[in-house]
């Protein structure tokens, strides 16, 4: 979403992490603070990064 700002993505690393996952932005940094955020099992985490990547 082209709107997206930081305190609309904030509270989704605390529960992701929460709840065992990982919240990143593109490049494996901690929480969105990249322009872009990527929240996965926290399993898949290093394949879905990966894929952007590419």
């Not at 494996?28 to 955020?37: E, Q, R, T, V, Y």
Request: aromatic share 6%; net charge negative; no cysteine.
């Amino acid at each position: 979403e082209p709107e997206v700002k930081l305190w609309d993505l904030a509270p989704l690393d605390i529960l992701v992490r929460e709840a065992g996952g990982r919240f990143t932005d593109l490049h494996a940094g901690l929480g969105p603070h990249g322009g872009s955020a990527v929240a996965t099992n926290g399993l898949l985490h290093d394949a879905v990064l990966a894929a952007f990547a590419d």
